[in-house]
């Protein structure tokens, strides 16, 4: 969350030697990070990102404490400045409402009523201060409570007292029923969902959504006179939740929602109401109302001294480290036998809780900067996760982009339309409850349809070949989905290529023995595979021609059964090998695989036979001829291949081409 | 001339025959011509006295059967064809591993040279590893519907939603489980995470790399040890890393990282003019931490006996942020586009 610092606002609280740029590099370094720095004319504006659980530093005055002590610490005499407000001077000429809280809804309500409020042009100098923190300009009476906002970090409402008054004159803290509508002060109208904490009046009207927007029948309009300026400390998580729900972020919203120290409320009503007297010469017409409920103060964090050196790396005095706590405004004590630190930080700090935090304190104040840098000396870990080999699949991307293969990223979750696509049903996936776009919906069972989109998008590259390692989601009753990872080939090559380099990378990854069965519907064959040594038969996946493309999904968890590192090595044969081609004319529908395995089969002296090519119905093959140990001769060969011949001719209703 | 003398003339010639980086013509006639080498050796066989002839000559013979066992592997003669080199050459097709593999190999290696374990662990988790047990309160705005997908299912009566991983720290209080809870722990566990939301800079679906060091002593100058180590490796030497104060709920102390801008050196400007690449010379990288005592406690490891650091950032800003690689919107390494595929 950022917060923008002019330099001349912050100087109203800080009291510092350092420039402009001092205060940039040392807030960053030690707190808050000034991000940037606007140049405004001659005057610098602070971009400050402040971290979410430091809801103490979102204002001009939080970043001053925090200045105040990191300056100091860096060598550049800082002070925060105190802040000069006077006591009020109650008078009871008008009526409070009558409030009625849930003390578990609000922390706090505080509020005071101010008579004749003068309509009066926002001043110059809190125009100008309000344009630099880019916040519209209005006037006086409704920009100090934007004005002390920014100031101090804690929201404040004002309220058309008289309209308030008119609905009955009371508020009462509540939870929203489901359908109950609002108007904000905007014009916008709402309907509530239920939960979200509202101001009702005695009727049951909703009159305002507090620390997030006044609504229309309560806020100041051009009419209003006398206003009753609020502040109120609802529970966070209600204030996300109504501020969530109904896409209402304001600024009260965003600081309210991340826990604002109630205690803060009264000096912002001081200054509220100083400056209410100063610029709209208002009267103030009630005594202050507060009702708080104050907090169980935070337990003190004992922390051994010891820690500090086991998370700095290096030895802080005693005094250094409550120094420095102490700047941050914690009360410190070192108990009797030196041995740890008590700390008590203030009420803006709740999220100094534990050692650690104190450590992170004192830390950062001391500045990181300033701690060596080295690699650890211990142990390293040499108990490696099993089922897994990041090196093979570097391996499997590496082949494949060589052989003209793209490597895609393409969405995990998926629209229904490439849901169902895998060939599942929609409600087969898992689906998201709360999608951000329709076309990221479920979790995809498939690679495949992504990777077919992934080449539709280039539509001018011909014959396109895209991979992708990635996890598919089986939903599992009860238990986390299987996540499978799954390697994706998709291509609009022709099969016997795809096939190719599938067999290819499996001869890469040293795969003993692969084979592809081709099922009944012949527009897929599943592949399978052989490990070494257990000799078990894995599944590797399928490969499958549809409408134009070639698609294959693999199975990493099989693929890593069957891979090896190396080869199993044979030593080159001492007699030649003799190769003969021989051209079939085959039917139409006459696959050639069982051909090739059917001369396999035919004689041990066979050692291999390579599919060349097919023309029309004419299929040329060689078959290799081995003996190991003796080189064969063409008596030895010619009885071989009569038999082949013959039964390729009877087995698969084919003829040879010329004489055996 | 003795038989030694021979032998040392003979030793010589095979020598300088192999030399000789002529071509076959050119050494066939000077060592094998008429008039050749050999030849010109051959004749002081009548020099030799009459007892060492025979052995000469045997000598001779086999120096010529060598001498004509060079010349035949000489280079051939050098022909006058014209070859036009100006032509480009004929580049084979290839495909391109995608930019966030590389980006992850490069990280993975880096890591791995300093002993860390490279780990994969679920996408989709339960609530229970991706928020509780890393300290987030059940309040926090990352659990809630507006920042987390949440998948459509039962909650486990002790894990909790099913949620979309979205950060790689799930896998923080997984990998001490994995461990028994017993240190030492160097993980880095990289993955796909899921956020909801969608702009310029940010993609519904990105990678993180996560790192993680339990073990006694380790301090916030081990952290910063390994991210210089990092920062050099990855971007180069000379690249400076720092941390500065953050906020979150598995670390604590927290972090913002650094790493100093390659394109200003680290000063925050070009020329006289502001570097528009970096803020002041610096680019924030992501989050780290010393890991918060909940969380060891969590993954079933004593506080009190051991410290650790984490870190976690986005794959596609930190790869980014290279020498000549801004990518000003990210949604590109997702769009499929061959034009930008094909740059990697």
């Known amino acids: 969350m950022n917060i923008l610092i002019p330099h001349n606002w912050l100087l109203e609280h800080l009291q510092t030697e350092a420039k402009p740029s001092d205060i940039q590099r040392e807030l960053s370094l030690s707190g808050p990070s000034v991000e940037r720095m606007i140049e405004d004319g001659s005057q610098i504006i602070y971009d400050i990102e402040v971290t979410t659980n430091r809801v103490d530093s979102m204002s001009v005055r939080g970043i001053a404490r925090e200045a105040a002590v990191i300056l100091n610490q860096a060598g550049f005499k800082s ?91 009371e508020i009462r803290v509540e939870e929203a029923k489901k359908g109950e509508s609002f108007t904000t002060l905007d014009g916008e109208s709402f309907v509530t969902v239920g939960g979200e904490v509202v101001f009702k009046n005695g009727k049951g009207k909703i009159i305002d ?56 409320a009264e000096v912002v009503l001081k200054r509220g109401v100083e400056l209410y007297q100063d610029l709209c010469q208002a009267e103030l017409a009630s005594p202050i109302f507060d009702e708080f409920h104050h907090p169980e103060p935070p337990l003190p964090a004992i922390v051994p001294l010891a820690t500090f050196e086991t998370y700095l790396g290096i030895k802080l005095t005693s005094e250094k480290i409550t120094k420095i706590l102490t700047m941050l405004e914690c009360e410190v004590q070192i ?57 093979l699949e570097e391996k499997v991307k590496t082949f494949l982009s060589l052989v003209n293969w ?77 996540e499978e990872l799954k390697l994706g080939l998709a291509s609009t090559q022709s099969a016997q290529n795809v096939r190719g380099v599938i067999e290819s990378l499996l001869d890469h990854l040293f795969v ?120 064969l001769s063409a008596l030895d060969i010619k009885p071989i291949r009569q038999k082949l011949v013959k039964k390729v001719e009877l087995a698969h209703d084919a003829k040879l081409i010329g004489k055996v | 001339m003795t038989i030694t003398e021979l032998k040392t003339t003979i030793a010589q010639l095979k020598q300088s025959c192999l030399d000789d980086d002529s071509d076959i013509q050119t050494k066939k006639v000077s060592f094998l011509g008429k008039k050749g080498k050999f030849n010109l050796l051959a ?76 780990v994969r662990y679920p996408e989709v988790d339960w609530d229970w590893y991706v928020f509780e047990s890393l300290n987030m309160p059940k309040d926090h705005p990352a659990r809630d519907e507006w920042e987390t997908f949440f998948v459509d299912a039962p909650s486990h009566k002790d894990m909790g939603k099913l949620v979309l991983t979205t950060h790689t720290s799930n896998g923080q209080v997984r990998e001490m489980e994995r461990l028994k809870g017993k240190p030492p722990i160097r993980m880095i566990n990289i993955a796909r ?30 952290l910063k040890g390994t991210l210089d180590h990092f920062a050099k490796e990855f971007y180069g030497p000379g690249t400076k ?36 690449f970096c803020k002041s010379g610096w680019h924030e990288v992501g989050g780290a931490g010393m890991v918060h005592p909940n969380v060891l406690k969590a993954g079933g490891i004593d506080p009190n006996e051991y410290t650790g650091f984490a870190f976690g950032w986005g794959v596609e800003r930190t790869y980014s942020l290279k020498d000549d690689l801004n990518i000003d919107d990210i949604r590109l390494i997702y769009s499929n586009k061959a034009s930008f595929l094909e740059q990697f």
């Open chain 1, 512 to 631: 003993d023995g692969y084979n592809f069965l081709v099922n009944k519907d012949k527009t897929s064959s599943q592949i399978y595979a052989i490990s070494r040594g257990e000799n078990n038969k894995y599944k590797l996946g399928t490969l499958v021609t549809k409408s134009g493309y070639c698609f294959a999904e693999l199975n990493w968890k099989n693929i890593l059964m069957v891979a090896n590192s190396h080869p199993k090595y044979q030593a080159p044969s001492s007699t030649p090998s003799t190769v003969e081609e021989l051209t079939f004319t085959i039917s139409i529908s006459q696959p050639v695989g069982p051909i090739l395995e059917t001369i396999k089969n035919v004689s041990p002296l066979i050692s291999k036979v390579l599919f060349n090519n097919q023309y029309k119905q004419n299929i040329s093959l060689s078959t290799i001829y081995h003996d190991p140990t003796k080189t």
């Open chain 1, 406 to 482: 793209q490597e895609v990223y393409t969405y995990s979750l998926v629209s229904q339309e490439l849901a169902t696509e895998s060939g599942l049903a929609a409600g087969r996936h898992l689906k998201l409850q709360n999608p951000l776009t329709e076309d990221r919906v479920y979790l995809r069972r498939s690679l495949f349809p992504s990777l077919k989109e992934a080449i539709s998008q280039n539509p001018l590259k011909s014959r396109y070949s895209v991979f992708e390692m990635a996890n598919t989601y089986i939903p599992q009753n009860n238990e986390l989905p299987k």
């Open chain 2, 241 to 276: 890393s720092r941390i500065r104060p953050f906020h979150f709920q598995f670390t604590e102390p927290s972090f913002e990282v650094d790493f100093s801008c390659h394109i200003c050196s680290g000063t925050g400007k070009l020329g006289k003019n502001k570097c528009r």
């Open chain 2, 193 to 222: 995470c899921y956020r909801r939301q969608q702009d310029a800079t940010h993609t519904q679906m990105f990678h993180q790399f996560e790192g993680l060091v339990v073990d006694k002593g380790i301090n916030i100058g081990h």
């Open chain 1, 79 to 169: 002070k925060l400045l105190p802040l000069s407000i006077n006591q009020l001077d109650t008078k009871e000429i008008l009526p409070l409402p009558k409030i009625t809280n849930q003390p578990e809804l609000s922390q706090r309500v505080t509020c005071v009523v101010l008579k004749d409020v003068q309509r009066t042009p926002t001043p110059n100098w809190m125009g100008e201060r309000l344009r630099q923190t880019e916040m519209n300009v209005h006037d006086a009476a409704i920009d100090i409570t934007n004005y002390v906002t920014h100031e101090l970090g804690h929201p404040c409402h004002a309220f058309d007292y008289d309209k308030l008054m008119a609905t009955g004159g």
């Open chain 1, 335 to 391: 108990d009797q036998n030196q041995a740890n630190i008590v700390v008590q930080p203030p009420t803006f700090r709740p999220d100094l809780k534990i050692p650690a935090d104190i450590v992170e304190e004192v830390a950062r104040i001391y500045g990181y900067h300033n701690l060596p840098s080295q690699l650890m000396p211990t142990a390293i870990p040499t108990t490696y996760p099993t089922n897994t080999d990041f090196n």
């Open chain 2, 43 to 118: 004749k002081n066989i009548t020099k030799l006295s009459p007892k060492d002839r025979k052995k000469g000559g045997q000598l001779l013979n086999q120096l010529k059967t060598e001498l004509e066992e060079l010349v035949e592997n000489s280079s051939l003669p050098k022909t006058t064809t014209w070859v036009d080199l100006s032509i480009p050459g004929k580049k084979p097709t290839v495909g391109h591993t995608h930019p966030i593999s590389q980006a992850i190999s490069q990280i993975s290696h880096i890591f791995e040279k300093i002993g860390f374990t490279r």
């Open chain 1, 209 to 264: 959504l507090p620390s997030i927007k006044g609504t229309q029948n309560t806020s100041i309009d051009n009419r209003t006179k006398n206003v009753l300026l609020l502040l109120e400390s609802i529970r966070a998580d209600k204030v996300r939740f109504a501020s969530m729900t109904h896409a209402i972020r304001t600024t009260a919203a965003q600081l309210m929602e991340k826990h604002v120290d109630p205690h803060l």
